[in-house]
């Protein structure tokens, strides 16, 4: 017989995370047993629990049942801590599978928390196996927890220097790095996490690896800057919360589907409301500074505990003006230039061409990651001056910003190296290389993404990368599999592009080989890009050793206003200096 209650997880999670602003632990409890036992059955356990609710438990496996036993393992719940001499916050909800439950609870001692989390999966068990009292079975529970060794106090740092966190689907690295040089333009130390590593200052790498978690916001830390900036991914805030216990500046760039379907996440809603536990530690007197453009992140606002500072590409957008309203600020585009918005006034920052990572107007997400960079920089009160010095200097090349649309010339075709992997990702880099595409030149774009992703992320990619190409290709990426067959990945970006509208789709083993097939096809006036993952060290070594020309902010204007010129398309006030 199945067990009627089952601890499926205990997680501590060390910092502040998805169900509170502080150290909690997530119990994830699969109930079969009390959501198959009669109404009758369930109603009079409650009942003596101290639980009368008019609604009533509902019919046997029906999702009433199931948030109704949610809500019983709550009110069970805060009755333990309260005999072990504890009041507690409790929150709860139904789990990732059709059988289970969540129930969190903030913590201040490890030992005890973990302790109190085993106990309320025996007293779920124990009120439908045994016949004793619930006020029994919890003073029986009250006196060993009372008996529990504490343990340790949360150790999440609490820091006493400006602390800009940002997350988001896109644009989250490119963002980090831009921020920590701008910082640096001001004449003050930095120390940033990211899924690259940690670094200080002169992008002088402390430790390599993905430390967009609670490990690499501790890293950048203990390397005493006057300023950190935290890379904060949804799997670190899922798997241990995020690595401070405030900051004084949270940025959302957007949310886009990716990585779903892990760790319990299966909605944008769902995990918009991960990506948003940033905005719920800011500082009163801090910044959220939020893509209005996009609607889960626009909507963050409603329970961020920061000043709202809004950004959008849209200087008419009506949230800019809300947000002034409610005493924040705006950061937006207007006649090529980008402004800021605050107390009804409108103060004009650098022209757009001038600022290399939006690649002279044509790249929107990169505007918007500079808008948010902008933002987050002018929050903590880093001078304007120095602000648009940090725009005007910070250059999207190998060293300093390495896989995220990094620009060549080889042979007359123009290269691009870009970590696009999502559906979103790779409609910014159609967009920036149908805006470098000369007239009579073509598109080539080569797809790889790892195989965490759903079936409908990988094909929406994959379609989207062939609708805004001339010639699409797939290259093989062994080196992410992450639990699927190859060959089920690559079928499923070839039936993609080709409901996106390509012909034939050659597949590669690799992305290096990729891009070297599209460029031995590929004409003068093309356009070739490869979404590099795996293989970004062997390609820029590949471009060296063709003698590939890296293409400067110059460069990326002059090529910009040709190809808007050959287009036979009139600029636009993005193109206008």
Request: charged content about 25%.
């Amino acid at each position: 017989m199945a067990q009627p209650v089952r601890l499926d997880e205990l997680r501590v999670l060390d910092g502040p995370n998805l169900y509170f602003p502080r150290p909690a632990v997530k119990l994830t409890m699969s109930v079969p047993g009390w959501l198959n036992a009669s109404e009758g059955r369930v109603r009079s356990i409650a009942a003596g629990a101290g639980i009368n609710d008019p609604k009533g438990p509902g019919g046997p496996k029906s999702e009433q049942r199931r948030r109704y036993v949610a809500r019983l393992a709550v009110h069970l719940t805060r009755r333990l801590g309260a005999s072990a001499g504890t009041r507690l916050a409790v929150r709860a909800r139904s789990g990732p599978e059709a059988q289970q439950i969540v129930v969190a609870f903030p913590w201040r001692r490890r030992n005890a928390a973990e302790a109190l989390g085993r106990e309320v999966a025996t007293l779920l068990t124990h009120l439908l196996t045994s016949r004793r009292s619930p006020t029994g079975l919890i003073e029986e529970a009250g006196r060993r927890l009372a008996a529990a060794e504490p343990g340790p106090a949360p150790a999440v740092p609490r820091p006493d220097i400006p602390v800009i966190s940002i997350s988001g689907t896109n644009g989250k690295t490119t963002t980090v790095r831009l921020l920590a040089h701008i910082v640096r333009s001001a004449g003050r130390s930095v120390a940033y996490s990211s899924t690259d590593g940690v670094y200080r200052d002169d992008d002088a790498l402390v430790e390599a690896g993905d430390y967009s978690g609670f490990g690499g916001a501790g890293m950048a830390l203990a390397q005493d800057p006057d300023v950190a900036v935290l890379e904060t991914a949804r799997g670190g805030i899922l798997l241990r919360g995020v690595g401070v216990l405030r900051n004084d500046v949270a940025v959302v760039t957007n949310v886009s589907e990716d990585h779903l379907d892990l760790h319990g996440i299966r909605t944008l809603d769902q995990l918009a409301e991960v990506k948003a536990a940033i905005t719920r530690i800011t500082k009163p007197a801090g910044w959220c500074v939020l893509n209005a453009d996009d609607p889960r992140v626009l909507a963050m606002r409603r329970r961020a505990t920061g000043r709202p500072w809004l950004f959008s590409l849209d200087p008419d957008h009506a949230a800019l003006r809300e947000s002034l309203a409610e005493g924040g600020r705006a950061i937006t585009v207007f006649d090529g230039w980008l402004v800021v918005l605050s107390d009804a006034r409108i103060r004009p920052l650098v022209p757009l061409i001038d600022v290399p990572v939006t690649f002279a107007g044509i790249s929107g997400h990169n505007i918007q990651n500079a808008m948010a960079a902008t933002a987050a920089a002018l929050g903590i009160g880093l001078p304007e001056r120095a602000v648009v010095r940090g725009l005007k200097t910070f250059v999207m090349d190998p060293e300093r910003n390495p896989g995220r649309t990094n620009l060549f010339r080889l042979g007359g075709s123009i290269v691009v190296v870009d970590y696009a992997h999502n559906e979103a990702g790779m409609t910014g880099l159609v967009e920036l290389c149908n805006g470098l595409r000369r007239k009579g030149g073509e598109v080539w774009i080569a797809i790889c993404t790892a195989g965490d992703r759903t079936d409908r992320v990988l094909h929406r990619f994959a379609c989207t990368a062939a609708r805004g190409s001339d010639h699409i290709s797939v290259a093989e990426l062994e080196r992410y599999l992450r639990g699927r067959a190859s060959e089920d990945i690559v079928h499923r970006l070839v039936a993609g592009a080709e409901d996106g509208g390509a012909g034939r789709v050659p597949v590669y083993p690799d992305e290096l080989r990729a891009l070297k097939g599209m460029l031995a096809a590929a004409t003068p006036r093309d356009v070739v890009a490869v979404t590099a993952l795996g293989q970004r060290p062997e390609i820029f070594a590949y471009l060296k050793r063709r003698r590939a020309a890296r293409l400067s902010p110059a460069d990326v204007r002059k090529l910009a206003r040709s190809a808007a010129a050959s287009l036979a398309q009139p600029p636009t006030s993005l193109h206008r200096a």
